[in-house]
């Protein structure tokens, strides 16, 4: 009961506190007259450096070489391509669950250890997301190279070589430590928020600790998976400089062939379809999560509102 | 919510996006043509400019960066821009994409670029302009290497290198040892970038095929893939010069097909590789003028000046790459002249490449190419 009790006051507190922060009164006011006025240099900037490119490239896609579809009918008929774009979907499928495996305890560690733990913790995920992604891309071709590190160290135990680099397997190590600060960090934002006494609550009503996770705090964490996943799952749809240099061109994904086709081939038209077929498969998927998601979460609000 | 104002400032934003870029095109459309320019009378001498014509004119020289860049400037362009008064930036790495994007735009601001050679001779006429040969003194030149929208930039070789600790007693010949993974165990580097199809995989694998050199254009590509195909198992794909040399220096491979530069570097760094210049590809960086450059006659002054014999052994003493003025002499070590390809004996060994057939065949080689790569 007191638990209970407690989390009562807690979560009272909390309502409290978000009133407070939406009513700061006259203030707030003064500066809603203007609304529009702050959202100006952002929109401009989005104008410029991303509404344009983007129907430029759309256009492009339509027009070049000649008026009409004939990009996309090149897309979808060539199957090397539809190859590809699977390909892109399926490894940033990869890199996306794996990198959650990796990230969601990580995450919940960060929340679990003491001060210097969590700084401890902070900066190793802080200091590879702070250096060049070239740099990290080329450790990476160091250490999974045949004679590298880590093939030495497999070699020694009796394991390998192994064939890392210039592998769809190498392509993934190198994606998933790229991208994880991209789920480690907003993992940690929201689990960071959860009250723990909720789970204790939980196993004091009799829930196994298994059964506190998934029912309690994995419920209150999904916000943080899904940003971080879809955040995840998106960057690895166009990654370009990792698998360009951790793979084969055998695993070569689309952002390779785009960059094939628009450096080398100065077919901008077909670049440009490809970019706007990747970017119309994403807007889908993405659209079909969060479809998925508002169908599931008021379900959740039900069960896991205190 | 004050619902009626919020248009204003997305109208606000759209006009100033407006204005940005209409500033941006104008600015684009109305550069000052260039100055009118006495290069002096007569036809261009090689290696020299009239000194003070170009004063105060802005150029941008641009190449491949790294070591090469860097010589370019110190043994022509420096000396080229303190000569000729002009002030000559350097740019790169050359990006075809964003040369394109240059003259489509006609907003051209890389006045002479180092690029492949094929891919000069396919952009004749159409984003390269013709070289005026009154200004560029060619007669230096070696033999059939000036064309009508470039001149070579210096000269390599697209080369066989192999681990000599391993085939030291018994080394490949050429490249029917290279595909011979049965006779020759161990894995091979070849170039993978599927953006770059040159002159040297298609040619090796029908060499080794037992194609006479002088009978492999046009190429038999899908001959060539039957080849390339059936050695995939010991193939390591790099896609810049640095894996290329990378690939040596950490012992990856027992054999690798690459330019003599980079054998070069991975040699010079202690790598126990040598080179088997039997059957070695003669290959060229070329230089060229963008079609609406804003002055053309000081690009090909530029030019005209890169190519004098101090200049090119300047240049073949910083980078190690073959000078283009057969009057040039550059003071070498051993390990370097031994990777000089214009010699007479090194001649001997090379199978020249067509690459006027590549330039009229570039499109559906690197169709083919970038497709076999990606099979």
């Known amino acids: 009961m007191a638990v209970l009790d407690e989390l009562t006051s807690a979560g009272g507190a909390g309502r409290g506190g978000a009133v407070a922060v939406a009513e700061p009164g006259t203030a707030a006011d003064r500066r809603r007259t203007r609304p529009g006025l702050l959202v100006a240099p952002a929109l401009i900037l989005l104008l410029a450096f991303f509404v344009y490119p983007v129907l430029t490239m759309v256009w492009r896609s339509l027009t070049d070489p000649t008026p009409g579809l004939g990009n996309f009918v090149w897309f979808f008929t060539e199957p090397a391509n539809l190859r590809v774009l699977a390909r892109t979907f399926t490894t940033s499928l990869w890199v996306t669950v794996i990198a959650l495996l990796l990230s969601y305890p990580y995450a919940y560690a960060m929340t679990a250890v003491g001060r210097r733990g969590k700084a401890v913790l902070t900066l190793l995920v802080l200091v590879p997301f702070w250096t060049s992604l070239m740099v990290r891309t080329f450790a990476w071709q160091v250490l999974l190279q045949d004679t590298g590190v880590v093939n030495r160290v497999l070699g020694s135990v009796g394991l390998g070589p192994l064939a890392l680099i210039r592998t769809e397997t190498g392509v993934i190590i190198g994606m998933t430590q790229v991208l994880m600060p991209f789920l480690v960090l907003p993992l940690y934002a929201v689990m960071s928020g959860i009250d723990l006494r909720l789970v204790r609550a939980a196993r004091s009503l009799g829930a196994r600790p298994l059964i506190a996770f998934t029912r309690v705090y994995l419920p209150l964490s999904m916000p943080g998976v899904v940003a971080g996943t879809l955040m995840v799952f998106i960057l690895s749809l166009g990654f370009y400089i990792t698998p360009a240099l951790l793979g084969s061109p055998t695993d070569a994904l689309i952002s390779q062939q785009i960059f094939t086709q628009v450096s080398g081939l100065l077919r901008w038209g077909r670049g440009g379809a490809m970019g706007v077929v990747l970017l119309v498969a994403t807007l889908v998927l993405v659209g079909l999560v969060a479809l998925a998601l508002r169908r599931t979460t008021p379900g959740q609000r039900a069960g896991g509102a205190p | ?375």
């Not at chain 2, 759209?14 to 940005?20: E, I, N, R, S």
């Not at chain 2, 010589?71 to 362009?77: F, R």
């Open chain 2, 1 to 375: 919510m004050p619902e009626a104002r919020r248009p204003r400032p997305v109208l606000g934003a759209v006009a100033a996006f407006a204005v940005l870029t209409l500033g941006a095109s104008a600015c684009a459309g109305s550069g000052p043509s260039g100055p009118d320019i006495d290069l002096g009378a007569g036809p261009g001498q090689v290696g020299t400019v009239k000194s003070g014509a170009l004063k105060g004119l802005n150029m941008t020289f641009v190449s491949y960066g790294g070591i090469y860049q860097k010589g370019q400037q110190d043994a022509a362009t420096d000396r080229f821009a303190a000569e000729s008064g002009a002030n000559v930036v350097q740019d790169g790495p050359t990006d075809y994409a964003k040369l394109k994007a240059q003259v489509e735009s006609n907003n051209v601001s890389w006045d002479v670029v180092d690029t492949g050679s094929v891919w000069a001779d396919a952009q004749c006429d159409k984003l390269l302009q013709p070289l005026d040969y009154s200004i560029i003194d060619k007669s230096k030149i070696p033999n059939g290497l000036a064309t009508k929208c470039s001149v070579p930039a210096m000269q390599y070789g697209y080369v066989l290198a192999y681990n000599k600790t391993k085939f030291g007693g018994n080394p490949p010949t050429g490249w029917k040892d290279f595909f011979d993974t049965a006779k020759f165990p161990g894995k091979r580097a070849i170039n993978g970038d599927p953006t770059n199809p040159e002159p040297g995989p298609y040619e090796a694998a029908l060499l080794a095929d037992g194609v006479a050199p002088d009978k492999l254009y046009p190429l038999d590509t899908a001959r060539a893939e039957r080849v390339l195909s059936a050695a995939r198992p010991a193939l390591v794909f790099w896609k810049t010069g640095a894996e290329s040399q990378q690939l040596l220096e950490s012992g990856e491979v027992d054999m690798a097909m690459l330019w003599s530069g980079r054998a070069y570097g991975a040699i010079k760094n202690g790598a126990p590789y040598e080179v088997q210049w039997n059957q070695f590809f003669p290959v060229m960086d070329s230089l060229t003028v963008p079609k609406g450059v804003k002055s053309p006659k000081a690009a090909m002054a530029l030019i005209n000046y890169y190519l004098g014999a101090a200049q090119q052994a300047k240049l073949t003493e910083l980078t190690t790459y073959s000078p283009v003025n057969t009057d040039a002499k550059p003071q070498l070590d051993e390990l370097t002249s031994s990777f000089i390809t214009t010699t007479k004996a090194r001649q001997e060994q090379a199978v020249p490449v067509d690459a006027t057939w590549w330039a009229a065949n570039q499109d559906a080689l690197l169709t083919h190419w970038s497709a076999w790569l990606g099979s």
